[in-house]
């Protein structure tokens, strides 16, 4: 079996609010296609720790951060790195969906037009539609595109952008509780996606839902005050965790 190749890897990350520090010296590595999740109680630095995978740490006052991010062995925190430029390579989806106040097609399109993807018109319109049947939208949207993407219900708003951020063709994509503005239905839609789009893509996935780590990943990371605790196969963090604290959020005495 050959070895899955290093997407990301972070070396003793650091993160600080001012005074405070979030995150110490998390060393982990994410690999191509993979999905991992990022579990732990409220407050533990997951979320924190996902921001530093493409720099919108950055947009925080006084935050800090030491340590690096690779992204191909190049540190993504190097001063000749444009965070714009990252930003498309790592693209994020948000807990609570964002779409532009734009038209669902302008939506989609507003990515590849600003970073000069799109070869001309027809092109762009390739994009727009590659990118909304990958991310199960094309079919429930195809005949409204001109209507305002903030319309849609909050399932297709999220799967909207989603279909934005792989636009731009990013190699890893980073996803913050997702699902969780999100009813049932939706919710199994976005998780379905999730494990088509890891086939091309790198994911990383905070969830606060144990169940939806166990579905969707590869690989879960437990992170508890601000460490990472441990990182392992998603069965073997479920069945068999190394650590007692692990142990203890899964079956339910905090967290």
Same mark, same amino acid.
């Given at each position: 079996?050959?070895?899955?190749?290093?997407?990301?890897?972070?070396?003793?990350?650091?993160?600080?609010?001012?005074?405070?520090?979030?995150?110490?010296?998390?060393?982990?590595?994410?690999?191509?296609?993979?999905?991992?999740?990022?579990?732990?109680?409220?407050?533990?630095?997951?979320?924190?720790?996902?921001?530093?995978?493409?720099?919108?740490?950055?947009?925080?006052?006084?935050?800090?951060?030491?340590?690096?991010?690779?992204?191909?062995?190049?540190?993504?925190?190097?001063?000749?790195?444009?965070?714009?430029?990252?930003?498309?390579?790592?693209?994020?989806?948000?807990?609570?969906?964002?779409?532009?106040?734009?038209?669902?097609?302008?939506?989609?399109?507003?990515?590849?037009?600003?970073?000069?993807?799109?070869?001309?018109?027809?092109?762009?319109?390739?994009?727009?539609?590659?990118?909304?049947?990958?991310?199960?939208?094309?079919?429930?949207?195809?005949?409204?595109?001109?209507?305002?993407?903030?319309?849609? #219900?909050?399932? %297709?708003?999220? *799967?909207?952008?989603?279909?934005? @951020?792989?636009?731009?063709?990013? /190699?890893? &994509?980073?996803? +913050?509780?997702?699902?969780?503005?999100?009813?049932?239905?939706?919710?199994?839609?976005?998780?379905?996606?999730?494990?088509?789009?890891?086939?091309?893509?790198?994911?990383?996935?905070?969830?606060? #839902?144990?169940? %939806?780590?166990? *579905?969707?990943?590869?690989?879960? @990371?437990?992170?508890?005050?601000? /460490?990472? &605790?441990?990182? +392992?196969?998603?069965?073997?963090?479920?069945?068999?965790?190394?650590?007692?604290?692990?142990?203890?959020?899964?079956?339910?005495?905090?967290?």
């Amino acid at each position: 079996m050959c070895t899955p190749k290093a997407k990301i890897e972070t070396r003793h990350v650091d993160v600080f609010y001012g005074d405070a520090q979030a995150i110490k010296n998390i060393n982990l590595t994410l690999y191509e296609n993979e999905v991992i999740a990022f579990i732990g109680p409220s407050g533990c630095g997951k979320s924190t720790f996902l921001r530093t995978l493409n720099r919108m740490n950055d947009t925080i006052e006084h935050c800090r951060i030491e340590g690096q991010v690779l992204l191909d062995g190049e540190d993504i925190y190097a001063p000749q790195v444009d965070e714009v430029t990252l930003r498309a390579r790592v693209g994020m989806v948000f807990q609570k969906p964002n779409p532009f106040p734009k038209s669902i097609y302008e939506n989609v399109a507003y990515g590849p037009r600003i970073h000069g993807i799109a070869r001309g018109r027809a092109d762009l319109h390739d994009i727009v539609e590659d990118s909304l049947r990958r991310a199960g939208l094309w079919d429930e949207v195809k005949d409204r595109l001109n209507k305002p993407g903030t319309g849609l #219900s909050g399932g %297709q708003q999220q *799967r909207l952008c989603i279909a934005r @951020a792989i636009a731009v063709s990013p /190699e890893v &994509i980073l996803m +913050d509780e997702p699902c969780s503005a999100l009813d049932p239905i939706a919710t199994a839609a976005i998780e379905e996606l999730i494990a088509e789009l890891s086939q091309q893509y790198t994911i990383a996935i905070v969830t606060h #839902s144990m169940q %939806q780590a166990a *579905r969707v990943s590869h690989r879960t @990371a437990y992170f508890h005050v601000g /460490e990472l &605790i441990e990182v +392992d196969a998603t069965d073997k963090i479920f069945t068999q965790p190394n650590s007692h604290l692990t142990e203890a959020y899964i079956t339910g005495r905090f967290g």
